[in-house]
């Protein structure tokens, strides 16, 4: 009896992984053996199949290649270069099946006003910071000794 999809899996020094699945070979970016300690986590997995670490860690990477997809689109909606922890939510809020279970644990976004521009300098009183021993600020240097 042979299977249509003969599976070989193998893991380098790296932590990296290469499955071949009916000669059409695979790199998994993410580390095996990270994703079967991230497993062990769960109390109620004991042992865990090659070919289903394989699975997970393949579906993981092709989850976080979804989410950056996204989350890169809405960032070019907002006409920005970098994909800011908003962009993710909206992403994530537009994927139904993935708002189900990751919304709640998305941290919540600040609620601090946009970056203006403030020219707003304050004196530093010699209280900021404490000094080590037997140094002194560098405004002691340019002041006026009488």
Known sequence: MTRAFDTMAGE???GTSTVAVAGDTHQLQIPISRVKKIMKLDQDINKINSEALHLIASSTELFLELLA?????????KKRKTIKLEHLRVAVKRHQPTSDF??????MPSQQPDRSPKVQSRPRSSTDKPLPSRTRRIEAFFQKCT
């Not at 997809?69 to 070019?76: N, P, R």
């Open 12 to 14: 380098d020094e790296e």
């Open 69 to 77: 997809e996204k989350s890169a689109q809405v960032a070019l909606e």
């Open 102 to 107: 990751l919304l709640d644990s998305l941290p």
